[in-house]
């Protein structure tokens, strides 16, 4: 058997320290976000993408797809935000088993409500700790892995994430879309591109419409 390529001292600390950097700093906005709007993270980054959307809606495959979710974790939290009349979910005409989540007037007042603060916890706990060169230093860790990881999944015999080239493009010369992209902290990227549905409402895969 072939032995490990075990991590050095010196890469256990940059990978050890990149999860507690990760994990630390996700807890603390998304717990302060909860205490300040009643927002609980994934909340948030829904809201934020049907914010984006054209109209505020999506079908339910391409939040997956921006969430990267388990289908089941996303219909539970839809149906946990309709109870709370953040999103509404509507049918799609040409698609008898397909559904648009809509952003409602409550979730938009919510989410409007909520990104000043959110983007102020994200500068409080993560920005101000770090110098301009730390920063471009950051964006261009965050596009090297990116671009790296189609080419490292199929080395590995895994399919692509359809989110990995949008997000590596984010991550390119651009440094204030870079900053926003690699460092939006919560359950869905706040830069995520989402995958255009197949016409008129159609879904890609099958799935959960």
């Avoid at 989540?101 to 102020?120: D, F, I, M, Y």
């Avoid at 651009?174 to 995520?192: F, V």
Wanted: hydrophobic share 40%; charged share 25%.
């Amino acid at each position: 058997m072939t032995e490990p390529d075990w991590l050095d001292e010196r890469e256990q600390r940059a990978w050890r320290g990149y999860l507690a950097l990760n994990t630390e700093v996700q807890r603390r906005v998304a717990r302060q976000l909860l205490r300040e709007t009643g927002l609980t993270g994934a909340e948030y980054a829904v809201l934020v993408s049907l914010s984006e959307a054209p109209g505020g809606r999506l079908r339910v495959f391409q939040l997956r797809h921006a969430a990267e979710w388990e289908k089941t974790r996303l219909t539970h939290q839809i149906t946990r935000m309709v109870a709370r009349g953040l999103v509404a979910r509507e049918p799609c005409p040409d698609d008898p088993r397909g559904a648009f989540v809509v952003l409602t007037e409550a979730g938009w007042e919510a989410v409007t409500a909520a990104a000043p603060r959110h983007v102020a916890h994200v500068r409080h706990w993560f920005f101000d700790a770090l110098k301009p060169e730390q920063v471009d230093a950051l964006i261009d860790i965050s596009r090297s892995v990116l671009t790296r990881l189609p080419e490292a999944d199929r080395a590995m015999g895994e399919p692509c994430s359809q989110s990995i080239a949008a997000e590596a493009e984010a991550c390119g010369p651009d440094p204030a879309g870079a900053i926003e992209a690699c460092t939006a902290l919560g359950g869905l990227s706040e830069m995520s591109e989402i995958p255009e549905p197949c016409p008129p409402c159609g879904n890609d895969d099958g799935g959960d419409r």
